[in-house]
């Protein structure tokens, strides 16, 4: 009989893209304050929506953290909730 080879599931080792950077400790921030609008704008994509811990390569707290201060900031307008949209002229 034929031997059957061994069949693994993925990339190999070598052809994976590298580890995301934490955008916070690159900054050297310790704690997400709700104020610093410009920072948390990082964490925000274009259409509005929080970026997702895959992207940005935080910790599971500081997602969470971070995710407490967009809403707490949207709550009270200091950030857009979404993204204005042109209003079309017919």
Not at 8 to 36: C, H, Q
Not at 73 to 82: Q, T
């Amino acid at each position: 009989m034929a031997k059957k080879t061994k069949r693994t599931r993925g990339a190999p080792a070598s052809e994976t893209k590298p580890a995301k950077r934490n955008l916070l400790k690159t900054l050297g921030v310790n704690a997400v304050d709700y104020k610093d609008t410009n920072r948390l704008r990082m964490f925000i994509s274009d259409h509005g929506k929080i970026r997702s811990r895959r992207v940005t390569g935080l910790t599971v707290q500081q997602q969470r953290q971070v995710a407490t201060a967009i809403k707490n900031v949207r709550e009270m307008a200091l950030l857009p909730s979404s993204r204005r949209r042109r209003s079309s002229s017919r």
